[in-house]
C-alpha cells in the first residue's frame, strides 16, 4: 500500500462520528459549563463565618454546650430523681436493700447487728444511697 | 458584498472579553472537525462527550492560545490531551465502533468489504499509536496540515514532526498489508 492510498483511507476516518455528531447540543453543554464558572466566580467570597467547616464546628460546638447544660440541670434536679427512686426502695425487703447497698459498696445501716428496711433509714442514709443511685 | 462573518481571531477576542456567543460561535464552527479528528484517534462513542470537554477546556485557558497554529488545529491538540486523560481514566483500549467507517465504493460490494476491513484495522491501528505518532498522523494525513502548523501545534520540532510521520506510516502500512 502506498502512502497516498494510506491517506486517502486516513480522511474517510472519523467522517460517521462528525456526522452523528449533534452540534447543537455540545455547543449548549459548553456554554453551561462556561457560565457556571462564570457564576462561581463572580460570586460574592463567604464571610469567614460562614465558611463550612466554621459552621459544622459552631454546630459542634452548640450541640456540646446544649447537652452540657441538659446534664447539668438533670443532674442539679436531684430530688426529681430522688422522688422517682424511692418507691421502688420502698417496695424492698431488707435483705434486698442490704444486698443493693453491698453493690454500692456502701455500709449497710445495721440495727443491733440485724438488717433494717428503708423506713429505718436516717435521711442522711437515705441521701447517699439515693444520689449513689443515680450514679 | 463583502464576507461580515467575523475571523476566528475576532471571535476569540470576543470571548477574551466574556461574549458567550462568540465561544459558542466557535464551537459552531469547529466541533465537527474535532469530532472528526477525535473519531479517528478511537474516541468511539465517547466522541460529544470528549467534543463538549475539548472546547470547555479551549476557552477555559484560551490566553494560552498564541496563534501559532490556527484555532482549530490548537484544539484537536486540547482533544488529544482530553482523550488520553480519559483512557488513563477508564484504563481501556480504544473501542473502534463498525459504523464509524465510511464506505467509499457503495457499488462494489467487494471493494466495500475490504475498503470497510481495511479501514477497521488502520483505525485500530491509528489508536494504538503512541500518541505523538498519531497526532502527527491524523493532522498530517487527514486534516491536510503542513510540518510547521503540525510541530506548531504539538509544541515539537518540524524535524521530530517528520520522523514522528515516518514511523506512524511504516507501522500502518504493515498492518495494512498485514
Partial sequence: MDENRLEQVAK???TRAADRLDVERVTAGVVARLRADHAQTARPQRA??????????????????????????????GSESAAAIAPILRDLSAEE??????????????????????????????????RLMEG | MP????????????????DEAAA????????????????????????EDLVQETFYR????????????????????????????????????PVVALEDRDIPDAADPHAEVVSRELA???????????????????LRAQQGLDYPEIAATLGTTVGAA??????AVRRLKRVAEG
Avoid at chain 1, 465558611?51 to 441538659?70: D, I
Avoid at chain 1, 449497710?108 to 437515705?126: F, R
Fill in chain 1, 12 to 14: 474517510t476516518l472519523g
Fill in chain 1, 48 to 77: 469567614w463565618w460562614s465558611a463550612p467547616m466554621v459552621l459544622r464546628l459552631a454546630a459542634a460546638l452548640a450541640v456540646l454546650v446544649t447537652g452540657g447544660v441538659l446534664v447539668r440541670g438533670a443532674l442539679e434536679n
Fill in chain 1, 97 to 130: 436493700l442490704t444486698e443493693v447497698f453491698d453493690s454500692l459498696f456502701i455500709e449497710a445501716p445495721v440495727h443491733e447487728g440485724v438488717a433494717v428496711g428503708l423506713e429505718s433509714l436516717n435521711e442522711a442514709q437515705l441521701n447517699e444511697l439515693l
Fill in chain 2, 3 to 18: 464576507d461580515t462573518a467575523p475571523s476566528d481571531a475576532e471571535l476569540i477576542e470576543a470571548w477574551r472579553r466574556g
Fill in chain 2, 24 to 47: 459558542a460561535e466557535l464551537v459552531r464552527r469547529h466541533a465537527r472537525a474535532v469530532a472528526r479528528f477525535l473519531g479517528a484517534s478511537g474516541a468511539g462513542d465517547d466522541v
Fill in chain 2, 58 to 93: 479551549a476557552f477555559r485557558k484560551i490566553d494560552g492560545f498564541r496563534g501559532g497554529a490556527s484555532f482549530r488545529t490548537w484544539v484537536m491538540a486540547i482533544g488529544s490531551n482530553a482523550l488520553k486523560d480519559l483512557r488513563r481514566r477508564y484504563r481501556r483500549r
Fill in chain 2, 120 to 138: 477497521e484495522r488502520l483505525q485500530a491501528e491509528i489508536g494504538e499509536l503512541p500518541r505523538m505518532q498519531r497526532d502527527v498522523f491524523l
Fill in chain 2, 162 to 167: 517528520r520522523v514522528h510521520y515516518h514511523h
